[in-house]
Protein backbone atom coordinates (compact mmCIF):
# COMPACT_ATOMS: atom_id res chain seq x y z
CA UNK A 1 0.00 0.00 0.00
CA UNK A 2 1.12 3.61 -0.88
CA UNK A 3 -0.67 6.31 0.60
CA UNK A 4 -4.55 5.90 1.15
CA UNK A 5 -6.79 3.32 0.18
CA UNK A 6 -10.50 3.38 0.13
CA UNK A 7 -13.23 0.37 -0.54
CA UNK A 8 -15.46 -0.31 -2.18
CA UNK A 9 -14.70 1.65 -5.40
CA UNK A 10 -18.52 2.25 -5.96
CA UNK A 11 -21.35 0.65 -4.26
CA UNK A 12 -25.41 0.77 -5.21
CA UNK A 13 -26.94 0.29 -1.78
CA UNK A 14 -31.10 0.19 -0.90
CA UNK A 15 -32.55 3.33 1.25
CA UNK A 16 -32.22 1.96 5.46
CA UNK A 17 -29.65 -0.16 4.55
CA UNK A 18 -26.41 0.10 6.91
CA UNK A 19 -23.13 0.37 5.17
CA UNK A 20 -19.24 0.79 5.96
CA UNK A 21 -17.02 2.61 3.68
CA UNK A 22 -13.51 1.65 4.78
CA UNK A 23 -10.44 3.92 4.56
CA UNK A 24 -6.72 3.02 5.45
CA UNK A 25 -3.49 5.05 5.06
CA UNK A 26 -0.25 3.64 5.71
CA UNK A 27 1.86 7.30 6.20
CA UNK A 28 1.58 7.33 9.75
CA UNK A 29 -0.30 10.62 9.89
CA UNK A 30 -2.27 11.85 12.82
CA UNK A 31 -4.96 13.30 11.46
CA UNK A 32 -7.72 11.71 9.13
CA UNK A 33 -10.74 12.90 7.62
CA UNK A 34 -14.32 11.95 5.74
CA UNK A 35 -15.71 14.56 2.88
CA UNK A 36 -18.17 14.09 0.55
CA UNK A 37 -18.60 15.71 -2.52
CA UNK A 38 -21.60 16.96 -4.91
CA UNK A 39 -22.26 18.84 -8.08
CA UNK A 40 -21.98 22.59 -7.07
CA UNK A 41 -20.92 22.40 -3.44
CA UNK A 42 -17.54 21.24 -3.36
CA UNK A 43 -16.30 19.00 -0.64
CA UNK A 44 -17.78 18.78 2.37
CA UNK A 45 -16.33 17.91 5.39
CA UNK A 46 -18.53 15.03 6.94
CA UNK A 47 -15.99 13.96 10.08
CA UNK A 48 -12.43 14.00 11.39
CA UNK A 49 -9.99 12.45 13.58
CA UNK A 50 -7.00 14.03 14.57
CA UNK A 51 -5.71 11.39 16.55
CA UNK A 52 -5.92 7.91 17.26
CA UNK A 53 -8.92 7.36 19.72
CA UNK A 54 -10.87 10.86 18.92
CA UNK A 55 -13.02 12.45 16.58
CA UNK A 56 -15.29 15.04 15.62
CA UNK A 57 -17.68 16.57 13.93
CA UNK A 58 -17.71 18.33 10.28
CA UNK A 59 -19.67 20.42 8.84
CA UNK A 60 -22.60 17.48 7.57
CA UNK A 61 -22.29 15.02 10.22
CA UNK A 62 -25.57 13.85 10.17
CA UNK A 63 -26.71 10.48 9.21
CA UNK A 64 -22.86 9.34 9.97
CA UNK A 65 -20.43 7.74 12.49
CA UNK A 66 -16.77 7.45 12.16
CA UNK A 67 -14.72 5.55 14.63
CA UNK A 68 -10.62 5.71 14.93
CA UNK A 69 -9.31 2.73 16.25
CA UNK A 70 -5.78 2.81 15.59
CA UNK A 71 -3.99 5.59 13.06
CA UNK A 72 -4.27 3.54 10.05
CA UNK A 73 -8.20 3.42 9.62
CA UNK A 74 -10.72 5.50 9.61
CA UNK A 75 -13.92 3.74 8.71
CA UNK A 76 -17.43 5.76 7.56
CA UNK A 77 -20.75 4.68 8.90
CA UNK A 78 -23.98 5.20 7.70
CA UNK A 79 -26.38 3.73 9.96
CA UNK A 80 -29.10 3.77 7.47
CA UNK A 81 -28.88 4.86 4.35
CA UNK A 82 -30.89 7.35 2.47
CA UNK A 83 -30.89 8.88 -1.33
CA UNK A 84 -29.24 12.33 -0.24
CA UNK A 85 -26.75 10.34 1.02
CA UNK A 86 -25.88 9.51 -2.49
CA UNK A 87 -22.53 11.13 -3.54
CA UNK A 88 -18.46 10.65 -3.67
CA UNK A 89 -17.29 10.09 -0.64
CA UNK A 90 -13.57 10.71 -0.44
CA UNK A 91 -10.79 9.80 3.03
CA UNK A 92 -8.06 12.23 3.28
CA UNK A 93 -5.23 12.56 5.82
CA UNK A 94 -2.67 15.03 6.88
CA UNK A 95 0.45 14.75 9.76
CA UNK A 96 3.79 13.62 9.14
CA UNK A 97 6.52 16.50 7.99
CA UNK A 98 4.34 18.03 6.11
CA UNK A 99 1.22 18.71 8.82
CA UNK A 100 -0.71 21.16 6.38
CA UNK A 101 -1.41 19.42 3.42
CA UNK A 102 -3.70 17.10 2.68
CA UNK A 103 -3.55 13.69 0.94
CA UNK A 104 -6.71 12.17 -0.60
CA UNK A 105 -8.03 8.41 -1.37
CA UNK A 106 -9.45 7.96 -4.79
CA UNK A 107 -13.01 7.74 -3.57
CA UNK A 108 -15.80 5.42 -3.20
CA UNK A 109 -18.82 6.37 -5.06
CA UNK A 110 -22.11 5.85 -3.51
CA UNK A 111 -25.77 5.19 -4.83
CA UNK A 112 -28.31 5.38 -2.58
CA UNK A 113 -31.81 4.38 -4.24
CA UNK B 1 -15.23 32.37 10.14
CA UNK B 2 -13.10 30.67 7.19
CA UNK B 3 -14.43 30.37 3.94
CA UNK B 4 -12.99 30.01 -0.12
CA UNK B 5 -14.93 31.51 -2.62
CA UNK B 6 -13.77 30.52 -6.60
CA UNK B 7 -14.90 31.69 -9.53
CA UNK B 8 -17.84 29.16 -11.23
CA UNK B 9 -17.03 27.26 -14.00
CA UNK B 10 -16.92 25.63 -16.37
CA UNK B 11 -14.13 27.36 -18.22
CA UNK B 12 -13.53 26.07 -21.52
CA UNK B 13 -9.81 27.10 -23.55
CA UNK B 14 -8.07 26.44 -26.59
CA UNK B 15 -4.66 25.27 -26.23
CA UNK B 16 -1.65 27.43 -25.01
CA UNK B 17 -4.16 30.17 -23.75
CA UNK B 18 -4.05 31.79 -20.96
CA UNK B 19 -5.45 30.51 -17.58
CA UNK B 20 -6.90 32.93 -14.33
CA UNK B 21 -9.21 31.06 -11.81
CA UNK B 22 -9.87 33.62 -9.03
CA UNK B 23 -9.77 32.65 -5.63
CA UNK B 24 -11.05 34.37 -2.51
CA UNK B 25 -10.86 33.40 1.36
CA UNK B 26 -12.29 34.91 4.42
CA UNK B 27 -9.97 33.65 7.30
CA UNK B 28 -9.36 34.27 11.15
CA UNK B 29 -5.39 34.15 11.75
CA UNK B 30 -2.96 33.31 9.20
CA UNK B 31 -4.09 30.60 6.86
CA UNK B 32 -2.20 28.38 4.87
CA UNK B 33 -3.90 28.35 0.79
CA UNK B 34 -3.78 25.53 -1.33
CA UNK B 35 -4.69 24.30 -4.57
CA UNK B 36 -5.61 21.00 -5.28
CA UNK B 37 -6.72 19.47 -8.62
CA UNK B 38 -8.70 16.60 -9.67
CA UNK B 39 -8.72 14.70 -12.85
CA UNK B 40 -11.80 12.65 -14.49
CA UNK B 41 -12.20 9.86 -11.70
CA UNK B 42 -9.34 10.48 -9.17
CA UNK B 43 -9.20 11.85 -5.83
CA UNK B 44 -7.87 15.44 -4.93
CA UNK B 45 -3.85 16.05 -5.60
CA UNK B 46 -2.04 19.18 -4.53
CA UNK B 47 -0.95 20.88 -6.97
CA UNK B 48 0.84 24.00 -5.29
CA UNK B 49 0.63 25.94 -1.27
CA UNK B 50 1.60 29.02 0.03
CA UNK B 51 2.16 29.22 3.52
CA UNK B 52 2.32 32.88 4.34
CA UNK B 53 1.59 36.52 2.92
CA UNK B 54 3.27 37.22 -0.32
CA UNK B 55 4.50 34.29 -0.93
CA UNK B 56 3.93 32.19 -4.58
CA UNK B 57 3.52 28.12 -4.73
CA UNK B 58 4.28 27.57 -8.26
CA UNK B 59 4.43 23.97 -10.14
CA UNK B 60 3.74 22.21 -13.13
CA UNK B 61 3.68 25.81 -15.04
CA UNK B 62 0.92 26.22 -12.62
CA UNK B 63 1.63 29.90 -9.81
CA UNK B 64 0.06 31.70 -7.33
CA UNK B 65 0.52 34.15 -5.01
CA UNK B 66 -0.40 34.48 -1.66
CA UNK B 67 -2.01 38.37 -1.20
CA UNK B 68 -3.06 39.37 1.76
CA UNK B 69 -4.48 42.68 1.05
CA UNK B 70 -6.97 40.88 -1.49
CA UNK B 71 -7.40 37.93 0.49
CA UNK B 72 -6.61 36.17 -2.92
CA UNK B 73 -4.80 33.84 -4.23
CA UNK B 74 -5.36 33.24 -7.82
CA UNK B 75 -4.60 30.35 -10.38
CA UNK B 76 -2.53 31.37 -13.18
CA UNK B 77 -0.86 29.38 -16.60
CA UNK B 78 0.55 31.33 -19.51
CA UNK B 79 0.34 28.48 -21.43
CA UNK B 80 -2.91 25.60 -20.64
CA UNK B 81 -2.36 22.11 -22.33
CA UNK B 82 -5.27 19.66 -22.82
CA UNK B 83 -3.96 17.31 -20.15
CA UNK B 84 -4.59 20.15 -17.91
CA UNK B 85 -7.97 19.40 -18.42
CA UNK B 86 -9.70 19.00 -14.62
CA UNK B 87 -11.46 21.17 -11.71
CA UNK B 88 -9.67 22.48 -9.89
CA UNK B 89 -9.89 23.77 -5.95
CA UNK B 90 -8.82 26.28 -3.93
CA UNK B 91 -8.33 25.44 -0.51
CA UNK B 92 -7.52 27.31 3.33
CA UNK B 93 -6.34 25.77 6.74
CA UNK B 94 -5.72 27.61 9.47
CA UNK B 95 -4.24 26.53 12.83
CA UNK B 96 -6.71 28.22 14.34
CA UNK B 97 -9.33 25.59 13.43
CA UNK B 98 -6.97 22.50 14.49
CA UNK B 99 -5.68 22.82 10.94
CA UNK B 100 -8.82 21.66 8.94
CA UNK B 101 -9.53 22.53 5.69
CA UNK B 102 -12.07 24.31 3.77
CA UNK B 103 -12.80 24.31 0.19
CA UNK B 104 -14.29 26.16 -2.87
CA UNK B 105 -16.58 24.61 -4.78
CA UNK B 106 -14.50 23.33 -7.31
CA UNK B 107 -13.75 25.15 -11.31
CA UNK B 108 -14.23 22.70 -13.95
CA UNK B 109 -11.54 23.47 -16.89
CA UNK B 110 -11.69 21.83 -20.39
CA UNK B 111 -9.07 22.29 -22.98
CA UNK B 112 -9.95 21.99 -26.18
CA UNK B 113 -6.87 21.71 -29.16
Known amino acids: IAGITQAPTSQILAAGRRMTLRCTQD?????MYWYRQDLGLGLRLIHY???????GKGEVPDGYSVSRANTDDFPLTLASAVPSQTSVYFC????????????FGPGTRLTVL | GNSVTQMEGPVTLSEEAFLTINCTYTATGYPSLFWYVQYPGEGLQLLLK?????DKGSNKGFEATYRKETTSFHLEKGSVQVSDSAVYFC????????????FGTGTSLTVIP
Open chain 2, 50 to 54: ATKAD
Open chain 1, 92 to 103: ASSGGTSINEQF
Open chain 1, 49 to 55: SNTAGTT
Open chain 2, 91 to 102: ALSSSNTGNQFY
Open chain 1, 27 to 31: MRHNA
